[in-house]
């Protein structure tokens, strides 16, 4: 609380970036963990939290008549425009949020100061809830070609890898040690994902230091092991996510890239992402882009063309569908570095990760990735605080409904398997995600819920598989309908034959006797209809049963979708139910 310089401020407005009339004026509140602004007004009065770890820069802007603007941008895309009256009390303000959102000592962020009043066996639950050697388990790891090592025990190895990692059961700890002595902040290979139906893995790793034309023969070594653990294959592929002149470049500083030559059985790759500093300038741009007040659709497409942003996102994805099809469909394992494998190499293991498996597409293999991929194999552990905080897993578990996809099946057969994205252009795969960077924005037109859209999307399918079930049912009573037709037909041709008579002779009339006696098997005639339309009816039951045999089983289908497509005043077809009442030989009749 000693760097509050300003704890409340009244009367200050909170502008609406496209609109400033819409500007609403309430009261700013700083604390040791928020920025807190509440509307002024009798009714439900709205506030705005923001956590100060969630700023991302503060700007100061100049002095104007209405007051001072203080423009706060925040890590999840969100902007925040406020006008205070007085110079001085901004200036406090903005002192105070400098020293707030830039803490000193770990134990001044958040994290240690959240208390969620939850006794110790609660609060274990959240760091129990993902097991690592679970996961490696549901891979199928240990196995005959892969071992948990424990060479990194107390962190001796490297400092930001877990204690236990997996690796090549024939690489040994002296290959491991040596191997880490000859990649970037000691990060040796280690495995990421295992495919067990083909053995193909991933594994992760920082560059070599290889400068110019230096060789480590246990680096080598354990390449061969990675190769070795795959039978199936004879070569591992080598993917540098970095962009070739970047990696050139790290040469002349004594690191760089695999030399094919001193490395057998390696296929090198590079993808061309660029680094977090080239990233975060791609950002803002799009950022800036998006905070114009009106810009036209060529000012905006330039822009958000001139930031580069969605093609940083491309390579992204490039990385990982080529991961992923490495794996999958040659069934060749892959060794992923950038410089020190901890930010790109991070991403491309887990798009390929989720791409592969199914399971990365749940709620709880959602948390299991992030954990194995990111926690596990990112964080700097040299900078840890042996205190645990609150971990927020048994949270997203408890309230996983609130975040569930309401259109995830998984049952369905896009869910299941491997993803196969269309990277072509033409599928425009790659769109501006204004739900995603303007989701804070009120004056956007139309403000749909994507929560709303979801649901009647859901709705309308459901409807739609409602309705193909009824139509379903509707063409097996059709096609049985028409069989027991056929059934009755050919019995009373058997007879006649039986009997001595033609086809012809017992469908038309000679003799008003016969003429009564053949009305028996067609439907009720209304004492209004002539005798002409009778007529037309009985020669159109002729010509059916004079017609051609093959061309009859044909028209069955035929007539089938035509009376699905027919509908009666009532809604139902045009075929009567088999519990309608009329027999079989109506039924035929109606379809005729």
């Not at 424990?150 to 059961?169: A, I």
């Not at 390929?352 to 749940?362: E, N, V």
């Amino acid at each position: 609380m000693e760097h509050i310089r300003m704890p409340k401020v009244e009367n200050v407005r909170l502008l609406d970036r496209l609109s400033s009339r819409k500007a609403t004026l309430g009261t700013l509140y700083l604390t040791a963990t928020h920025v807190i602004f509440v509307e002024n007004g009798s009714e439900a009065r709205k506030e705005t939290w923001v956590l100060h770890s969630q700023i991302s820069s503060i700007e100061k802007q100049a002095t104007t008549a209405t007051g001072c603007p203080l423009l706060i941008r925040c890590k999840n895309f969100q902007v925040i425009q406020l006008v205070i009256p007085q110079e001085r009390d901004c200036h406090d303000i903005y002192i105070s949020l400098i020293r707030l959102t830039r803490p000193v000592k770990y134990e001044e962020l958040y994290c240690f100061s959240f208390n969620p009043k939850l006794d110790k066996e609660e609060r274990e639950q959240g760091w129990k809830l993902v097991d690592l050697n679970e996961e490696y388990n549901r891979m199928g790891i240990p196995n005959n070609y892969w071992q948990i090592s424990d060479v990194n025990r107390d962190y001796g190895v490297c400092d930001s890898y877990p204690t236990e990692v997996y690796v090549p059961k024939s690489a040994t700890a002296h290959i491991i040690v040596g191997s880490s002595k000859f990649r970037s902040r000691r990060r040796f290979p280690a495995l990421s994902y295992y495919c067990k139906d083909n053995n193909a893995s991933i594994c992760r790793s920082s560059q070599p230091l290889s400068g110019f034309s230096a060789r480590c023969l246990e680096d080598e070594q354990m390449l061969q092991a990675i190769r070795k653990a795959n039978p199936g294959s004879d070569f591992i592929y080598v993917v540098d996510t970095r962009p070739k002149l970047n990696a050139m470049a790290n040469r002349a500083a004594g690191k760089g890239y695999e030399n094919e030559d001193n490395y057998s059985n390696i296929k090198f790759q590079f993808i061309g992402i660029e680094n977090i500093h080239v990233m975060r300038n791609s950002l803002q741009k799009m950022l800036e882009v998006c905070e114009l007040k009106s810009p036209s659709m060529s000012d905006f497409l330039w822009g958000l063309e001139n930031s580069g942003w969605l093609k940083h996102i491309k390579a992204i994805m490039d990385a990982g569908i080529f991961i992923a099809k490495a794996v999958a469909e040659e069934g060749v394992s892959v060794l992923v570095h950038c410089s020190d494998g901890w930010d790109r190499t991070a991403q491309v293991c887990s798009v390929a990760s989720l791409l592969l498996d199914p399971y990365y597409r749940t709620m709880k293999g959602f948390m299991v990735l992030i954990e194995k991929d990111w926690v596990a194999f990112g964080h700097k552990f040299s900078h840890r605080i042996q205190e645990r905080t609150y971990s927020l897993w048994a949270h997203l578990w408890k309230n996983r409904a609130d975040y569930l996809n309401p259109l995830y099946r998984p049952d369905h057969s896009k869910t299941q398997g491997t993803l196969c994205p269309q990277m072509t252009p033409c599928n425009f795969l790659y769109k501006f995600w204004s739900g995603m960077y303007n989701r804070f924005e009120k004056g956007l037109h139309p403000r749909q819920s994507v929560t709303d859209y979801l649901m009647a999307v859901k709705e309308e399918t459901q409807q739609l598989e409602e309705e193909l079930e009824v139509l379903g049912e509707r063409l097996a009573n059709l096609q049985k309908s028409q069989l027991n037709d056929n059934k009755f037909k050919s019995k009373h041709q058997d007879q006649g034959k039986h009997l001595g008579l033609s086809t012809s002779s017992n469908s038309i009339a000679n003799t008003p006797q016969e003429y009564s006696n053949d009305l028996k098997s067609f439907p009720s005639r209304s004492p209004s209809q002539g005798d002409e339309e009778d007529s037309a009816l009985i020669l159109t039951q002729d010509n059916l049963k004079s017609s051609d045999p093959d061309l009859s089983a044909n028209s069955d289908q035929e007539s089938g979708v035509e009376d699905l497509s027919c509908r009666s005043p009532s809604g139902g077809g045009c075929l009567p139910s088999e519990d309608s009442g009329k027999d079989s030989d109506e039924a035929v009749f109606l379809a005729v």
